[in-house]
């Protein structure tokens, strides 16, 4: 370009463009790479270190418990076709475990997935765009059957990938209504500079230097029993294409001077002399490459969905007290790892801030706050949802504490570590936001806990966040439904079938047992099971005895 600075760098992501890596950095090692073909990570470098749009989320309250970095590995996994290209997941997690602040962002975003998923055609020029693209940073890290000993044809090879890609660019998504307009913008300007035309003209002359018409003679049995070149025309239109006797004065004249220049020197020079008049431009392509891995991961989760009969949504976002509901809610960590979780419906009134949610163990409980934790997070990031339809309020961050590891160092016991657990919610907790609890004050007695309980309840409904704790004090949530004393408070069981047995659904109301005594005998930890347990150990350790005897 004959200016230093991009006028146009194609964000896909931002509602106003913005310049996201370090242009200075990335052009240095994109220009290393060019020359040698080692760059040591160009394009996960530059992305890992971009810049994002402002959040108010911090990752470190709530991407452990909800394992985002596995959902973003596997879930947000690229497919196109039999590919699965390699992705930078490090740029993808950042992108979705920190969701912009401002909703004109997500709208943006949003704008976008619903093009890519009403226009086949308009997906298939992203998926084409994206392994074009894909292609030219294996060229520049020379990684895998990528890797090519002739370096004038590397990077011969590179420039004709990149005026692909611009091609793509200006002509694929130049009826585009979304976001995706701005790739045919930023392929349109840089189609009409100079140093795209000078691009143009070298990679004809490298395709067509000179036509040769040849006579052939074939015999009856398909040999070829003779040839003659008929006429060579050279491709004089083409502005690297000067005719033979200039090029032979040229020689001379560099004779004159002492220089030694072969062929494949000559054309070393052309072609870094072309390329240095795209470098930024190729620098914004890797910011570009970040950006489509964005929206073909969040395709690619609602493919994985629909594979295994789940729909998504891109959510409708509602005011403080409107009702919200999240229905065919399922958990994708399940998903991923080769289970098709059981969808199920929930409505919460607009009052509702803080739902207890009882029911037995393994009905599902700490499967839903995950589910709804995930789904917050990804409706805030402006993607799919794992829900067939949702009306969600928007939240100033995310608290989840799911998962109580004991530490080597720990100096409390179970009831003081889950004080700290509380004292550290409410340090770190602004109002608006979503806390997601399992098993509050399960670490002591319950009549103690009952109180702290009661106590954090009564606080957080201060802060009106959207609060979704698990307990199996069942009695004390009886009285506090019955009771009606906090405000803001709703009520959801675990539904049961007619033999007792979780149908992974929830309903309005507290649960009137937990199902130990079912959990037991599933589990195997009834007496007579234990008893039988005992019985085959004392048998073993005397059978080994008398082996020993």
Not at 26 to 47: C, E, P, Y
Request: proline share 4%; charged share 20%; net charge neutral.
């Amino acid at each position: 370009m004959a200016s230093e600075q991009l006028p146009l760098v194609p964000d896909l992501l931002h509602a106003v463009p913005m310049q996201r890596i370090d242009f200075e950095q990335t052009r240095f090692a994109i220009n290393l790479a060019f020359a040698g073909g080692v760059s040591g990570g160009l394009f996960s470098d530059a992305l890992e270190k971009a810049t994002i749009a402002p959040s108010t989320w911090a990752p470190t309250a709530f991407a452990g418990d909800l394992f985002l970095q596995r959902f973003v590995a596997q879930c947000f996994k690229i497919q196109i076709g039999k590919v699965s290209p390699t992705s930078v997941n490090g740029h993808l997690l950042r992108l979705l475990a920190q969701p912009p602040d401002d909703s004109e962002v997500v709208g943006f975003r949003r704008f976008i997935l619903a093009e890519l998923v009403q226009s086949a055609q308009c997906r298939a020029s992203l998926e084409s765009l994206y392994l074009d693209i894909a292609r030219l940073r294996g060229l520049f890290e020379s990684t895998g059957a990528m890797r090519i000993w002739d370096a004038n044809r590397r990077k011969l090879d590179i420039l004709q990938t990149f005026k692909q890609i611009i091609d793509t660019m200006a002509d694929a998504f130049e009826t585009a209504s979304s976001g995706l307009r701005r790739l045919s913008e930023f392929g349109s300007l840089i189609r009409s500079s100079e140093p795209y035309r000078a691009l143009a003209d070298l990679i004809g002359y490298d395709a067509e230097l000179a036509t040769m018409n040849l006579r052939l003679s074939i015999g009856a049995d398909g040999r070829i029993r003779n040839f003659q070149i008929a006429a060579i025309r050279e491709n004089t239109d083409n502005a690297f294409v000067n005719p033979v006797w200039r090029r032979w004065l040229a020689k001379l004249e560099l004779f004159a001077r002492g220089y030694r220049l072969s062929e494949s020197e000559v054309m070393a020079r052309l072609v870094d002399s072309v390329f240095s008049g795209l470098e930024l431009p190729f620098v914004a392509l890797v910011q570009c490459f970040g950006d489509l891995e964005f929206y073909l991961g969040a395709l690619g989760f609602r493919d994985r969905a629909q594979g295994a009969g789940l729909a998504v949504c891109l959510p409708d976002f509602v005011g403080e007290d409107d009702a919200r509901t999240l229905h065919g809610l399922f958990n994708p960590l399940l998903l991923m790892s080769g289970v098709v979780p059981v969808p199920c419906d929930l409505d919460f009134e607009g009052h509702s801030s803080t739902m207890l949610i009882t029911g037995p163990n393994s009905g599902g409980k700490t499967r839903l706050l995950q589910s709804l934790g995930l789904a917050q997070l990804l409706a805030q990031g402006g993607v799919f949802i794992p829900a067939r339809a949702g009306r969600v309020r928007w939240a100033s961050g995310l608290i989840a504490s799911l998962i109580e590891e004991t530490k080597a160092d720990q100096m409390e016991g179970r009831l003081g570590m889950e004080l700290v657990r509380i004292r550290a919610l409410f340090e770190s907790l602004p109002p608006g936001a979503m806390v997601i609890l399992d098993e509050l004050c399960s670490g002591t007695n319950p009549s103690e806990g009952e109180q702290i309980f009661e106590l954090v309840v009564s606080m957080l409904n201060r802060l009106r966040p959207q609060a979704f704790i698990t307990t199996h004090f069942l009695t004390f949530a009886a009285r506090l439904e019955q009771s009606g004393k906090i405000s803001g408070l709703g009520f959801l069981q675990v539904e049961l079938d007619p033999q007792r047995r979780p149908t992974y659904q929830f309903t309005a109301g507290v649960a009137r047992t937990s199902l130990a005594a079912h959990t037991a005998e599933r589990l195997g930890v009834t007496g007579e099971q234990l008893l039988l347990l005992i019985e085959q150990n004392v048998h073993k350790h005397h059978a080994l005895r008398q082996v020993r005897n």
